[in-house]
């Protein structure tokens, strides 16, 4: 006679057995509960203050330069150089003048490079893949040094594709790669404004004793980063590899798929792609559902004004709301960049309300090409980070 299990029928030849009466309903709705709970923990901002200054910070360095150029007449050239504050100003996480100075340095000049890298040699396409793997290789393997390099290396890799995308001649790249050069100057006088601030406030107070000197704190920790980079672990090669080839399959695909907008789906693979499945699934499924609403929010604004004042003081109010919540709802944040990056596009390119469709494509196939990769190279299940090359977990975000 079959041995009865505990709860339900006798197994099947299978060893699959049926649940016992009563049994499927109150599980299917705890699986229900639990989806409940994981969609309303997206939108629900984590406790904290969001980031006002930073992202009022971030806004001006983005739009000011934009409308300076709409009002100019050189649209392109002002959205260039907002470009380039934005990215730069986003690898300003803080701490003392001197090290941000020095990290948003350093990122203006890898920014300003990877962007006329990428701009020329745009064709032929199959050169463009080549360089991009590499440089996403070697953008990987340097983010083992720290969050901080790991941030500096995916900015550099956006530029790249900007400048892969952006329709222009040789002549043209190096006159953006000027433009970004300058947002990038830009963005550092942003950021460091504050240091004038502090200097006039120390200036009229009585002056401090000198601290004893030491040796720094910070030298064993740029040893470890240091051997980081120049001793991959195994677990950052295989993130390398993964990432380089997800963004490579995604730059071929852009290439064919939609040329004028390929930045949107290459980025949104780049930056989906973590270091876990559990990770990756997580973040491509928050940026999809914002994509789709985003979308949709910004088409009924392109639909009912084309006003150009109008849609770059959106731009405005959209960039400082959203990198002012996205620490606390990477969900919300990107909900908000969605419609900020297509208003930007209406403003450069005088399109309608139809280019929101085409952001929604585009990065629900990077998003899908960074779900696949992430699944079937080198697949990490387990909760513990297996390094994308030592880059963050958490999601990141970009102009794109």
């Known amino acids: ?22 049994t499927a309903g109150p599980r299917r709705a705890d699986r229900l509960r639990r989806w409940a709970r994981r969609l309303l923990a997206w939108w629900t901002p984590a406790p904290g203050r969001p980031a006002w200054g930073r992202g009022l910070r971030l806004a001006t360095a983005m739009i000011v330069p934009l409308a300076a150029g709409v009002i100019a007449g050189h649209p392109t050239t002002g959205l260039l150089v907002g470009v380039g504050a934005f990215v730069v100003a986003s690898t300003d996480t803080g ?45 990987a393997l340097i983010a083992a040094a720290g969050p901080g390099v790991a ?9 790249f594709v900007i400048g892969a995308f952006l329709p222009s001649s040789l002549a043209a ?18 950021s460091l404004a504050g240091w004038l601030f502090d200097a006039l406030v120390a200036a009229g107070q009585p002056p401090r004793a000198a601290a004893r000197p030491g040796r720094p704190a910070g030298d064993a920790r740029g040893r470890a980063a240091i051997r980081a980079v120049r001793q991959p672990s195994p677990a950052v090669l295989r993130g390398a590899v993964r990432l380089a080839v997800a963004g490579g399959i995604a730059l071929a695909v852009a290439a064919v798929f939609d040329p004028a907008h390929g ?16 990770g990756t699934l997580s973040t491509a499924a ?23 004042a109008a849609l770059i003081a ?16 990477y969900s919300l944040g990107m909900l908000i960049i969605t419609p900020l990056s297509i208003l930007l596009t209406v403003v450069l390119t005088g399109s309608g309300w139809l280019v929101a469709v085409s ?20 697949p990490v299940y387990a909760r513990e980070r297996e390094g994308r090359a030592g880059r963050p977990d958490e999601p990141t975000t970009s102009p794109d």
């Open 173 to 190: 790249d190096a006159g953006a790669a000027l433009a970004l050069l300058a947002g990038g100057g830009w963005a550092l006088g942003l």
């Open 263 to 278: 930045a949107w789906l290459v980025s949104s693979t780049v930056l989906v792609l973590k270091p876990n499945v559990g």
């Open 95 to 139: 701490g003392l003048y001197r090290a941000r100075a020095a990290t948003m340095t350093a990122a203006t000049l890898g920014v300003t490079a990877a962007y006329f890298l990428g701009a020329a040699t745009a064709s032929p396409r199959w050169l463009s893949v080549l360089l991009f793997v590499t440089v996403l290789t070697g953008s």
């Open 151 to 159: 941030l500096v290396s995916t900015m550099v890799t956006i530029a």
């Open 359 to 378: 952001r929604a494509e585009n990065i629900l196939i990077g998003v899908a090409i960074a779900v696949a990769a992430s699944c079937l190279l080198f």
């Open 1 to 22: 006679m079959a041995q009865l299990s505990r709860r339900g029928s006798p197994p099947r030849p299978g060893g699959h057995r049926t649940p016992a009466p009563g």
């Open 314 to 329: 959106l731009s405005f109010a959209a960039a400082a709301l959203a990198m002012a919540v996205m620490p606390l709802s």
């Open 286 to 308: 928050q940026r999809a559902a914002a994509t789709v609403l985003g979308a949709v929010i910004a088409a009924g604004i392109v639909w009912m004004t084309s006003d150009q």
